[in-house]
């Protein structure tokens, strides 16, 4: 999903429980009232950055409340599994907005939770994915596979002698950019519709779940 202007940011995250927004880091975005979740000192935001907003709304919201959280793509693993319920159920009136110039970048729990909308001046999504040649050759044929291809595809992956699973993490995690960046630069909703299987795919296999068999059954 598309907007125009950053001044829509507000009114449209207003409709969801959480969205993320993908904008460039040069441009300013800013919630009237909102809380904001940013990086310390570490760069990272920490899981006690996101235990002192949650406890502030842990009481009963009266009116829109809205957390804002940039760059989203720092908030750290405990951080970001410390929001997931809040992320699944943040309450009538409480509203979370992730904004990121790397959607790729989020975990993929957050993205699954999440209304996803790219700002059309986000240039940055013309940059092309950056990773290993043979990890991006896969990732390519894995995103335009037909199921009857998912099996050799899966059998490849799953034969490298090392590092099976990092390896398989980072040709799901390439494929994710390529769908979102395809996404940005044709507005064809066929690369969109395909991001959340590989977003369960990254998932289960991060969470120890078998390689072979997720790289076919979630991508069918």
């Known amino acids: 999903m598309f907007f125009n202007s950053v001044d829509e940011i507000a009114s449209i995250a207003s409709k969801v429980g ?11 975005v800013s919630i009237k009232n909102a809380l904001i979740l940013a990086p310390d000192t570490k ?22 409340v809205f957390v804002l959280i940039r760059p989203a793509e720092t908030l750290g ?25 790397a959607p790729s970048q989020l975990l993929p729990t957050i993205l699954s939770r999440s209304a996803v909308y790219f700002l059309k001046e986000a240039r940055s999504l013309d940059s ?6 043979k990890v991006l050759d896969v990732a390519r044929r894995l995103v335009v596979a037909k199921p009857t291809e998912l099996p050799a595809l899966a ?20 494929a994710i950019e390529i769908l979102y960046k395809s996404y940005f630069k044709t507005e064809k909703d066929v690369f969109l519709n395909k991001i959340p299987k590989f977003l369960a795919c990254y998932e289960a296999i991060s969470n120890n779940g078998h390689v072979k068999l997720h790289l076919v059954a979630d991508l069918m």
């Open 18 to 28: 959480c969205a993320v927004f993908v904008v460039p880091s040069n441009k300013e």
């Open 43 to 64: 760069s990272v935001i920490t899981i006690e950055q996101v235990r002192d907003v949650l406890g502030r709304l842990s009481v009963r919201q009266t009116s829109d």
């Open 77 to 101: 693993i405990e951080a970001a599994n410390a929001m997931l319920k809040n992320l699944e159920e943040p309450g009538e009136k409480v509203h979370f907005v992730l904004v990121t110039d």
């Open 128 to 133: 092309a994915v950056e990773a290993d040649k």
């Open 155 to 174: 059998e490849e992956v799953s034969k490298k002698k090392e590092g099976v699973r990092a390896y398989a993490l980072n040709v799901v995690g390439a």
